[in-house]
């Protein structure tokens, strides 16, 4: 136990600590980067997309639940 506790020993270790350190902000910015260029090309992606329908609204119908059997059923679309 004293060996680590060194003069010569243990600026080794506090640079082995240091480094790790380093190391884990590196690999956490880098994942964060990636993340980050993915949603931006996901955007892209959508805003290329055509919108729904001319008027750039989503199109949306009711169907009425609960019917009658043999009884038709109620759609109403806009649209």
Do not use: C
């Amino acid at each position: 136990m004293n060996g680590i506790l060194e003069a010569g020993t243990a600026i080794y270790v506090a640079m082995a600590v240091a480094l790790s350190v380093w190391i884990g902000i590196f690999v956490y910015l880098w994942r964060i980067d990636a993340q980050a260029r993915a949603l931006k090309r996901e955007l892209q992606r959508e805003r290329e997309q055509p919108l729904h329908g001319e008027g750039g609204a989503p199109r949306a119908s009711v169907t009425r639940v609960g019917q009658s059997e043999g009884e038709p059923v109620e759609q109403s679309g806009r649209g």
